[in-house]
Each structure stands twice: as structure tokens, then as C-alpha cells.
């Protein structure tokens, strides 16, 4: 089975920018739909942003216009480019995949990538 893992995370100030990366360990052209889910302490892990294998993005609305999921399927690799950083925002970030657009999580999480905004 393919395996995704994180990295990119930091310490960032408000306003700054981070890019995360989500290595595959395989091809991820078979993966339909890979997502980019974060967890902040004490709240649930929730869908940030979500890349079909067509392109097709969906970003949730706490990140819209700040946010950017791309995949790049030669370099097996899914981005998030984070812009205007925000505390809140503050979360380890998680990396999965599956075959349907509304369940992109078929895949065993890996240790995440975290990234914390000072204000």
C-alpha cells in the first residue's frame, strides 16, 4: 500500500507562508482524490483542502483564499501552499487519499507536520 508523509511544517509568524509537501512512497496517479486534513489540540482533525486526479480542488472555508492544494502525480507528490497565516491556523497537518471525493482517508495517517502562527 502507498504511504504519504508530511513535511514543510514550522514555526511561522501571522501573515507568513509555509508550503507543505505529502510524499507518496508510490505513484499516486491511482489515488483519485488526496486531501490535506489538520488537528489542532483538542478539536477534531478536519478537511482543510482536497485535489482530485483531475485537478478538481475543493478548500474548506476557514482557508479559502489563503490556502492552495496542488499534486504533482509525476513527482508523486500533493502541496499545500499556505499564504496570511493565521494563530489559528495552528495545527499538526495530515496527508491521506482514497478513491471517493467525500471519504479521502482510506490510508494510514502518518505522524503529520506540524505548523504553529505566533501572532
Known amino acids: 500500500q502507498v504511504q504519504l508523509v508530511e513535511s514543510g511544517g514550522g514555526l511561522v509568524q501571522a501573515g507568513g507562508s509555509l508550503r507543505l509537501s505529502c510524499a507518496a512512497s508510490?505513484?499516486?496517479?491511482?489515488?483519485?482524490?488526496i486531501g490535506w486534513f489538520r488537528q489542532a489540540p483538542g478539536k477534531q482533525r478536519e478537511l482543510v483542502a482536497r485535489?482530485?486526479?483531475?485537478?478538481?480542488?475543493n478548500h474548506a472555508d476557514s482557508v479559502k483564499g489563503r490556502f492552495t492544494i496542488s499534486r504533482d502525480n509525476a513527482k508523486n507528490t500533493v502541496y499545500l501552499q499556505m499564504n496570511s497565516l493565521k494563530p489559528e491556523d495552528t495545527a499538526v497537518y495530515y496527508c491521506?487519499?482514497?478513491?471517493?471525493?467525500?471519504?479521502?482517508?482510506?490510508?494510514?495517517w502518518g505522524q503529520g507536520t506540524q505548523v504553529t502562527v505566533s501572532s
Open positions: 508510490g505513484s499516486i496517479s491511482s489515488i483519485n482524490v
Open positions: 485535489i482530485s486526479n483531475i485537478g478538481t480542488t
Open positions: 491521506n487519499g482514497g478513491p471517493r471525493w467525500s471519504y479521502p482517508e482510506s490510508y494510514s
